[in-house]
């Protein structure tokens, strides 16, 4: 927990992330990267300068059994609000779409944000650790022609509340040892589509050059921090 604490204070330093007042909805899937990011804020607001609450939000796609996560969230003092949702019939009943993943994101995202504004949250703290970084970048180049990342903050004009991401110096075996450690209830994915499509390809070419070049990720990631976050803070 100590290196997880200390790489995520060092994002919420570096990027001014939380201040005095927030409420923050922390996105909670059920998977272990947003049941880290929920265990290590609230140890966070232990000791942060900074006062802030928190609360829990997951959006039920449709028929998943989240007791673990209110389980979790009552264990750990956490308000926690269960969002029942049509995501999973709009977008392989109705849609009948062949690629998923993007519309689905935009929808979770949608009510995920929707709902943060409503119960009085300013932030939404969402668990992308560095791993997410590196692969959403190549994505991006190899995909749509561009280097582009999600920020390390963002204010979302529509939504009226601000995205931040925690977790983007905290590597994704660090996470995993973590969730293994503290035995966070991890709710499986009913998705037919988890671990498969593009992500995973990214992921597995990633491993492959690493092989070779053991400085392989820590460069991709200083390229997203000097050539995209520095440019856009600049602007």
Same mark, same amino acid.
């Given at each position: 927990? &100590?290196k997880?604490?200390s790489?995520?204070?060092?994002?919420?330093?570096?990027?001014?992330?939380?201040?005095?007042?927030?409420?923050?909805? $922390?996105?909670?899937?059920?998977? &272990?990267?947003? *049941?880290?990011? *929920?265990?290590?804020?609230?140890?966070? !607001?232990k =000791?942060?300068?900074?006062?802030?609450?928190?609360?829990?939000?997951?959006?039920?796609?449709?028929?998943?059994?989240?007791?673990?996560?209110?389980?979790?969230?009552?264990?750990?003092?956490?308000?926690?609000?269960?969002?029942?949702?049509?995501?999973?019939?709009i977008?392989?009943?109705?849609?009948?779409?062949k690629?998923?993943c993007?519309?689905? %994101?935009?929808? !979770?995202?949608?009510?995920?944000?929707?709902n943060?504004? &409503?119960?009085?949250?300013?932030?939404? %703290?969402?668990?992308?650790?560095?791993?997410?970084?590196?692969?959403t970048?190549?994505l991006?180049l190899f995909?749509?022609?561009?280097?582009?990342?999600f920020?390390?903050?963002?204010?979302?004009?529509?939504?009226?509340?601000?995205v931040?991401?925690?977790?983007?110096?905290?590597?994704?075996?660090? $996470?995993?040892? =973590?969730?293994?450690?503290?035995?966070?209830?991890?709710?499986?994915?009913p998705?037919?589509?988890?671990?498969?499509?593009?992500?995973?390809?990214?992921?597995e070419?990633i491993?492959t050059?690493?092989?070779d070049?053991? =400085?392989?990720?820590s460069?991709?990631?200083?390229?997203? &921090?000097?050539?995209?976050?520095?440019?856009?803070?600049?602007?």
């Open positions: 927990m &100590k997880l604490l790489k995520t204070r060092q994002a919420i330093n570096d990027f001014d992330m939380i201040q005095d007042g927030d409420k923050i909805a $922390v996105g909670l899937s059920g998977g &272990k990267d947003s *049941l880290a990011l *929920l265990h290590i804020l609230n140890e966070y !607001r =000791f942060s300068p900074q006062k802030f609450d928190l609360i829990a939000i997951t959006l039920n796609p449709g028929g998943v059994d989240n007791s673990p996560l209110y389980k979790l969230c009552e264990e750990l003092n956490i308000e926690f609000h269960e969002i029942q949702t049509d995501i999973k019939e977008v392989f009943d109705i849609r009948k779409e690629n998923p993007s519309l689905c %994101a935009n929808l !979770r995202r949608g009510a995920l944000n929707d943060a504004k &409503k119960l009085g949250c300013n932030k939404v %703290a969402l668990g992308h650790h560095k791993d997410d970084v590196i692969e970048s190549l991006s995909y749509e022609g561009r280097f582009y990342c920020a390390p903050d963002t204010w979302l004009v529509r939504a009226q509340v601000r931040i991401r925690p977790f983007l110096y905290v590597e994704e075996s660090d $996470v995993r040892q =973590f969730a293994k450690a503290a035995n966070v209830p991890v709710v499986h994915n998705c037919p589509m988890d671990r498969a499509g593009s992500r995973s390809e990214i992921k070419l491993h050059l690493e092989k070049n053991k =400085f392989l990720r460069n991709l990631f200083g390229a997203v &921090k000097r050539d995209i976050w520095d440019k856009q803070a600049n602007q």
